[in-house]
């Protein structure tokens, strides 16, 4: 089992930053994946950004140039810098760690930190 802990949400006016963390602890592989995904009210989840633990990352398409996702392996901790942050940003925010064991993967999700950017 892997216990992932968030922080850092809250509420900001359009343009402002937020930055997030997510701490993971537990029965944890040395290939892994981190991320984070919003789920806005009335919408499915969907990805933001994820980081490998040799530090490949991966954006959607709209946070390119504002977010910035970053890990320290050491202390199995992802950050995602928000910056020019816009009320669509608003949602629930998950933090994401994937671990895979030779055929199998293994998922685990925080509880969410709420992100409201006002306009």
């Known amino acids: 089992q892997v216990q992932l802990v968030e922080s ?7 343009g402002g930053s937020l930055r997030l963390s997510c ?10 994946t981190m991320g984070w995904y919003r789920q806005a009210a009335g919408k499915q989840r969907e990805l933001v950004a994820t980081i490998t ?3 490949t990352t991966n954006y959607e398409d709209s946070v390119k140039g504002r977010f910035t996702i970053s890990r320290d392996n050491a202390r199995n901790t992802v950050y995602l810098q928000m910056n020019n942050l816009k009320p669509e940003n608003t949602g629930v925010y ?3 760690f994937r671990q895979r ?4 993967t293994y998922e685990y999700w925080g509880q969410g930190t709420q ?3 006002s306009s």
Request: with cysteine.
């Open 8 to 14: 850092g949400g809250g509420l900001v006016q359009a």
């Open 23 to 32: 701490a993971a602890s537990g029965n944890i592989f040395s290939i892994n």
């Open 53 to 55: 633990r040799s530090g």
């Open 94 to 96: 998950y933090c994401n």
């Open 101 to 104: 064991a030779i055929t199998t």
């Open 115 to 117: 992100v409201t950017v």
